[in-house]
């Protein structure tokens, strides 16, 4: 049985009418403008929340995990888009300059990411190497108090507005793995570019783009976690992320669901609330049935890293992020169907949700690895 403390219960309810009052009437227009949610974005900042693991001491709130999960799910419940920049900053960028820089390098930026001053995101993906990051091919070399980066990173989060990013890039290519490692880099050091912006079947208001570095010079003192050991820095962040991503997909499902329920038992048809047909309810159990499974291993994997179990929870990490992100897939489309033809409309928001849901699938690790993960965990 999970137990939240009352400080996490207060959290929920806060951000449940922070995101019902504030978030939800920004959706729409965020998602058909493909805009970033500079509002809400400022306003979580203001809340405190961005920072939301990062010790006071570095201008964040000393939460954990749990926390950021909720705030993570209560967004979703409202705004994809929202959620994904929330978690995106707070968690890929923020939280691995937590867990991974010198005193010097949190003292620099944990405080302007913190507040909102600046915006941050992290670069993996590139055009040829997706699934098999560890095959990227930009490279950094190190030249006096400099690296020199040359490559493009794509699909990144907040690439067409971030101020701040974690990159990786190979710093001893003959070595592969062991030859990669993270910089934090700026927007306005020389050499950085954005590329395109995508235009995206959902997660429309979170901004994606390419990131283009040409001799792109980064000082030496901006390497993070060491010359390669990249690929540290970023299996430390991995399973945490899985499970804000499962945080993600529950608060879409959850919002999904929600708006379904109370159009089934208002709308009418044959005499009756739809909600009164058997195959209404049966959709509705399910639903009901697979968020609360989504629940309790996302809030397990939470747990988990909040006792710092993270090398322990590499299997229910695979697991909230597999399993929770093809819960929102059918969760979405069964409300769509509850909605018959206005679901198919976008003035209903489980349409939106629906687009959105689908890139739980993909991102932070596609469904196949996330099996791969499990089969590879439970064969050993
Ligand atoms: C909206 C969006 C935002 C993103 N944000 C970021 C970000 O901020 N930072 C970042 O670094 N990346 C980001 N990504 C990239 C994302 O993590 C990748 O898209 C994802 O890891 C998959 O890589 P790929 O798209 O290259 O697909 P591929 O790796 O080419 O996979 C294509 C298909 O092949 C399957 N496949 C691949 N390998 C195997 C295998 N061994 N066995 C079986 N099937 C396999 C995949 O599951 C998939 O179905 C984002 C992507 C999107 C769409």
Redesign the pocket.
Known sequence: MLEFTSEQKMLRETMAIFAEKEVAPLAYDIDRDERFPSESFKRLADLGLLGITVPAEHGGAGAGYTEMCIVTEELARFCGSTS?TYA?HAD?CIDNIRRNANEDQKKKYLPLLCSGEKIG?????EPS?????MSMSLRAEHKGDHYILNGT???????PVGDVFVIYAKTAPEKKAHGVSAFIVEKDFPGFQRGKK?E?MG?RG?P?GELIFEDCRVPAENLLGGENRGAMVLMSGLNTERVVLGAMSLGISRGAYEFALKYAKERVQFGKPIAAFQLIQAKLADMAMEIELSHLITYKGAVMADRGLHREMNLVAAYAKLYTSEVAMRVTTEAVQILGGYGYMKEFPVERMMRDAK?QT????????QR?IIAREVLN
């Open positions: 994904a995106d890929l995101g992290l670069a993996m993906t190497a997706g699934s098999d990051v990173k794509t699909f990144i989060t907040n690439g995508f995206k997660w979170s994606t890139l993909i991102g932070g690790g596609t469904s196949e690895i791969i």
